[in-house]
């Protein structure tokens, strides 16, 4: 079993940044494919971005350009850098470690850009 932890939301104004990182507690980290995912109130829980074991990122169009998705193997942490934040980033985020035939999920941490 993997554990998640996830920090670093809270709130920003329209326009700001914050810094996501979800901490493993994996000793074979380097091999999963972590990814961040949002779900608004009311939506369903959708991709943001993600970074397999060898660097490629993926990103939502929402975020194209203002998020950041990286990964240090060596502290076994993924971060997710957000930048000009904008109100319908509002969200909870949950970090997710992939790998063949395992799928792990933290529990979140909440996201909320006032405009």
């Known amino acids: 079993q993997v554990q998640l932890v996830e920090s670093g939301g809270g709130l920003v104004q329209a326009g700001g940044s914050l810094r996501l990182s979800c901490a493993a507690s994996?000793?074979?980290?380097?091999?999963?494919?972590m990814g961040w995912y949002r779900q608004a109130p009311g939506k369903q829980r959708e991709l943001v971005a993600s970074?397999?074991?060898?660097?490629?990122?993926d990103y939502a169009d929402s975020v194209k350009g203002r998020f950041a998705i990286s990964r240090d193997n060596a502290k076994k942490t993924v971060y997710l850098q957000m930048n000009s934040l904008k109100s319908e980033d509002t969200a909870v985020y949950y970090c997710?470690?992939?790998?063949?035939?395992?799928?792990?999920w933290g529990k979140g941490t909440l996201v909320t850009v006032s405009s």
């Open positions: 997710n470690a992939l790998l063949i035939g395992k799928n792990y």
């Open positions: 970074i397999t074991s060898g660097d490629r990122e």
């Open positions: 994996t000793s074979i980290f380097s091999a999963y494919t």
